[in-house]
């Protein structure tokens, strides 16, 4: 064998290993982009559930505080409406932004409770408000989960190479969920 064909068989087998280490890097960087979005869906799930379980438990809430504040009804209509506004929103900012204004409505309901010491006496409402409760940490600990998801999957999308990657198959930043500027100010109780 010359020396010529041995030298273009080195640049050869240079060239093709260069290939395969390009290409297991690419099927790598993708499967890997794959299963963090994966992850950042998975963890929206987790949230979505616990804000489900919180929906579901609003309307019972909401009667046991109807009947022993009936003349609060504007706060009343309010959590009943950004109910609705839950239910009907698609997609995950619009779900994010109506269950922020549900918590809101939430808050405003919980400051009316506090009028009323027969109903915190209630053995239903006290069950109620323990679940509902119980909820919201189960909300704000499935949220801190989703963030972090979030915060880990951004991250990768924005190093380089992977950025570039990234935006050859079409891979979009997920979206925190976000705290709404109303609520990170605690609510003042009067009576």
Do not use: C
Request: hydrophobic share 45%; charged share 25%.
């Amino acid at each position: 064998m010359s020396k010529g064909v041995k030298i273009i068989l080195i640049v050869l087998g240079i060239v093709i290993l260069f290939i395969l280490m390009a290409y297991s890097y690419f099927k790598g960087t993708y499967n890997t982009l794959v299963t963090m979005d994966e992850g950042v869906k998975a963890a929206w799930a987790q949230v979505e559930n616990q804000l489900q379980r919180r929906y579901d438990l609003i309307p019972n809430y909401v009667e046991t505080v109807k009947g022993y504040a009936a003349h609060e009804k504007e706060v009343l209509v309010k959590v009943t409406e950004a109910r609705s506004r839950v239910a009907g929103a698609t997609g995950v900012p619009e779900k994010m932004a109506a269950n922020n204004q549900l918590s809101s409505a939430l808050a405003r309901l919980l400051l009316v409770v506090e009028r009323y010491p027969d109903l915190k006496a209630s053995t239903n409402f006290i069950r109620l408000q323990d679940e509902l409760a119980g909820t919201e940490n189960r909300i704000a600990v499935e949220r801190r989960r989703f963030n972090e998801t979030v915060r880990v999957y951004n991250t990768k999308l924005r190093t380089f190479p992977t950025n570039i990657i990234a935006g050859m198959f079409g891979f979009e930043k997920a979206t925190f969920f976000k705290v709404p500027k109303e609520r990170q100010e605690a609510p003042k109780v009067k009576f």
